[in-house]
């Protein structure tokens, strides 16, 4: 839920690049497909692939993070 919610927070206010977004939308819907592997072998090929692409996200969205800037302060008056 945790790289859903962060996800959409990021493509909503457009604070990173979309890509970023997006592709952390889409390995957050792939693990909430892989952890229905237990219920059903039909997913476990995307949940072979999510075992891959989650830390893979984890890293560049950390990264992305670590290398985002706040505007700097208004001067008033100017």
Same mark, same amino acid.
């Given at each position: 839920?945790? $790289?859903l ?7 909503? $206010? ?6 970023? +977004?997006?592709?952390?939308? +889409? ?6 497909? @892989?952890? $229905? ?8 090929? #995307? +949940?072979? #692939? ?8 984890? #890293?560049? $969205? @950390? ?8 505007? @700097?302060p208004?001067?008033? @008056? +100017?």
């Amino acid at each position: 839920m945790f $790289f859903l919610l962060s996800s959409w927070t990021l493509l909503r $206010f457009r604070a990173t690049p979309t890509w970023v +977004a997006v592709v952390g939308l +889409a390995v957050a819907c792939a693990g909430f497909v @892989g952890m $229905f592997r237990n219920v059903t072998v039909v997913v476990a090929p #995307i +949940a072979a #692939i999510n075992n891959y692409l989650l830390p893979l996200w984890m #890293i560049v $969205f @950390g990264v992305v993070l670590l290398r985002h800037r706040l505007p @700097g302060p208004q001067v008033a @008056g +100017a």
